[in-house]
T-cell receptor, first 114, second 111 residues
């Protein structure tokens, strides 16, 4: 998707290891979000950021941390990966919280914890 | 907590048919509603965004309507094509910085 890059695209990791996913944007949007998508649960918000060093929790934040040291990068870290964190992770950006702006999504990272 | 429901979960239609996808939400105090398309193994592509003050939005063969008071939105697809096969998701923006998603409708358009 134009302006958003997620890396890696696929990753297999072992239970108990730390994992960091990266979201990079070239749109200079203020707001960035991390979602996970699971069958039967749809898309659920993990964490989001409303500016450099400004982050907040979503509905499924346990076991995850985030950091945003630059406008263009939003990192999602699984401190100690568990099998329940096997999922597809999507990053999204939004220019403004005003009503006429929606989301733009990245292509996703498929994470498997074995 | 806002609950977003999409019915049906899956739909199979012959090519050329007009069809309607439904999205309902429990809290009518929304800022906007957005329809997305997701192809298998891909991200979400925005189709239409309707402001809370609007009743509908159109883009090509797609028309989305919004009835805030009843907590409903519909996505109308005219003259469906096999290339329209995908999962369609709706999302409502409830407060200033979060969206809530439905689980999607998986559409299959048969040639």
């Amino acid at each position: 998707d134009a302006g958003i890059t997620q890396s890696p695209r696929h990753k297999v990791t072992e239970t108990g290891t730390p994992v960091t996913l990266r979201c990079h944007q070239t749109e200079n949007h203020r707001y960035m979000y991390w979602y996970r998508q699971d069958p039967g649960h749809g898309l659920r918000l993990i964490h989001y950021s409303y500016g450099v060093k400004d982050t907040d929790k979503g509905e499924v934040s346990d076991g995850y941390s985030v950091s945003r040291s630059k406008t263009e990068d939003f990192l999602l870290t699984l401190e100690s990966a568990t099998s329940s964190q096997t999922s597809v992770y999507f990053c999204a950006i939004s220019e403004s919280i005003q009503t006429n702006y929606g989301y733009t999504f990245g292509s996703g990272t498929r994470l498997t914890v074995v | 907590k806002q609950e977003v429901t999409q019915i049906p979960a899956a739909l199979s239609v012959p090519e050329g048919e007009n069809l309607v996808l439904n999205c309902s939400f429990t809290d009518s105090a929304i800022y906007n509603l957005q329809w997305f398309r997701q192809d298998p193994g891909k991200g979400l592509t925005s189709l239409l965004l309707i402001q809370s003050s609007q009743r509908e939005q159109t883009s090509g063969r797609l028309n989305a309507s919004l009835d805030k008071s009843s907590g409903r939105s519909t996505l109308y697809i005219a003259a469906s094509q096999p290339g329209d096969s995908a999962t369609y998701l709706c999302a409502v923006k409830e407060d200033s910085d979060k969206f809530y998603f439905g689980s999607g409708t998986k559409l299959n358009v048969k040639p």
